[in-house]
């Protein structure tokens, strides 16, 4: 008989690229939505060679297979969100746009636009980046950019949190529900991060911590925060408790590679020795 004890709650389907190193991608996505009880499915949309020192190849999986992966998860399994990520070019997002339209209209998306890895890899060309305003932001969307993916959004420099505000306004424009500018780039000691949730704004500023190994967590913020949406949080309950789950796991990394480190996914698994 099964064990009863432990049950899923909510389920996510998972748009986004694959990570060979773990930190990142659709890796930390799956080991993020696993560790906070939801169910994570995934449609790979590229898959690269990439380790915490840089990416080193991207291989972009062919629209017809990214199609076909998120139909079969759809028309089966279902999904209470849909968490997109890295969505290379032009045709992968309106591929990814198209398929969700017609078969998860109505079902909610936290939207992380990736457009640069940490070590600084484009992982969005440009000729994508007006296909994402134009077809994958929708009213139940929450979009989850950092200040640099946001810049290029919005056209303008972001430096302060007054810009943040009103990026995040300028973004909620385009149709979005709501948005969640991640302050991580801005100078400082203190982390400031700014949802605005239909006209409402909510702030979080919590101590930097001083680290390398930060590969990933806009990634692991992105799914914790579908996760929670997934089990019936608020937009502001999922946000706060995604962002004390991944700063437990930037506070815990293993400390693996010579470069921008991965998190530690499965910190709610560690047992204190006594």
């Known amino acids: 008989m099964a064990n009863q004890t432990y049950s899923i709650k909510g389920r996510v389907l998972i748009v986004a690229g694959s990570d060979s190193g ?84 109505d079902v909610p998306r936290v939207v992380d636009p990736v457009m640069v890895a940490k070590g600084g890899a484009p992982l969005m060309q440009e000729d994508a980046v007006e296909v994402l305003k134009e077809r994958l932001i929708t009213r139940d969307t929450l979009l989850t950019p950092n200040i640099p993916e946001a810049e290029v959004l919005i056209g303008r420099k972001i430096q302060s949190v007054d810009d943040m505000k009103a990026a995040a306004t300028a973004l909620s424009a385009l149709g979005a529900r709501a948005v969640l500018i991640k302050g991580g780039h801005l100078e400082g000691d203190r982390l400031i991060d700014i949802l605005l949730d239909e006209g409402d704004f909510t702030l979080w500023e919590t101590q930097r911590i001083q680290t390398r190994h930060t590969h990933g967590t806009g990634c692991t913020l992105a799914s914790g925060i579908a996760a929670y949406l997934a089990q019936g949080h608020t937009i502001r309950e999922a946000v706060d408790s995604a962002r004390a789950f991944v700063l437990k796991a930037i506070d815990s990394a293993p400390g693996f590679g010579e470069g921008q480190g991965p998190l530690n996914h499965c910190h709610p698994l560690r047992r204190d020795e006594t």
């Open 22 to 105: 773990g930190g990142a991608g659709i890796q930390a996505d799956v080991k993020t939505i696993t560790m906070l009880g939801s169910y994570a499915a995934t449609a790979i949309t590229a898959i690269t060679a990439q380790n915490t020192l840089g990416v080193s190849g991207v291989h972009v999986v062919p629209n017809e297979m990214i199609r076909d992966q998120i139909v079969s998860v759809i028309t089966d399994i279902g999904a209470d969100v849909i968490k997109t990520g890295m969505l290379v070019d032009k045709k992968v997002m309106i591929c990814v746009a198209d398929a969700l339209k017609e078969h998860a209209r």
